[in-house]
Structure formats: C-alpha cells, structure tokens
C-alpha cells in the first residue's frame, strides 16, 4: 500500500485543520495507521495512531484532547483533525503503517510524502 499525506497549509494558532492520508492499495484489519511529525532540526515524532479494525487510538500527550484520527474505510482514507493548534505544532507531518500498535518510526512502512503545517503566533 503506498501512503499520500495531504492537507497541510497555514493557519494561525488556536485554528484548526485537517490532514488527510490517501492510500493506494488494500488497507488491511490488521494495519494501523500512523501519523507522525518532524520539525525543522528534530527527529520525528509519534503523534497519533489508529487500529483499521477497531479505530481504537493512541495520541502522543501533547496532543491529546487537540487532535483526532478517523477514517473513511471505503475510500482507504485516514484524517487527523487538528484542533487548538499550537506553532509548536509546525512540522511536516507523515502518515505510515504498521502491523503494530506502535508508537516507534521503526515499527512504521510505506511512509508517504510528508504535508508541511505551519503554525504562526
């Protein structure tokens, strides 16, 4: 399956957005879908993740309670809803998959192209 992040743009803090991951090919029960970000000068982040068979969800704590992840299981598409955002929050973000529940980069394949969000004050 390959993985196409999209949706990213400015916004301004407390604003919201929502990103979208598009995946081409069968999305297997068993895949969970990842959403991680990196910004400039650091390493990439765990920030979201979703069981496909389930939707249950795990969020990184700076996070929670801002964003949500869900899907449109006919059209393969996974969202992040991003809600309160913060400029610490600009980073380009990434969807992934693994056959984990994971909140480890190793643990995650198919990485698509990332979608930039920029976060200004």
């Known amino acids: 399956v390959q993985l196409q992040a999209s949706g990213g743009g400015l916004v301004q803090a407390g604003g919201s957005l929502r990103l979208s991951c598009a995946a081409s090919?069968?999305?297997?029960?068993?895949?969970?879908m990842g959403w991680f970000r990196q910004a400039p000068g650091k390493e990439r982040e765990f920030v979201a993740a979703?069981?496909?068979?389930?939707?249950?969800?795990k969020y990184a704590d700076s996070v929670k309670g801002r964003f949500t992840v869900s899907k449109n299981g006919p059209e393969n598409t996974a969202y992040l809803q991003m809600n309160s955002v913060k400029p610490e929050d600009t980073a380009v973000y990434y969807c992934?998959?693994?056959?984990?529940?994971?909140?480890?980069?190793?643990?995650?394949?198919?990485w698509g192209q990332g979608t930039l969000v920029t976060v200004s004050s």
């Open positions: 992934a998959a693994s056959s984990q529940f994971s909140t480890q980069t190793t643990e995650y394949f198919n």
């Open positions: 090919g069968r999305i297997f029960s068993s895949h969970v």
């Open positions: 979703m069981r496909w068979s389930n939707t249950n969800t």
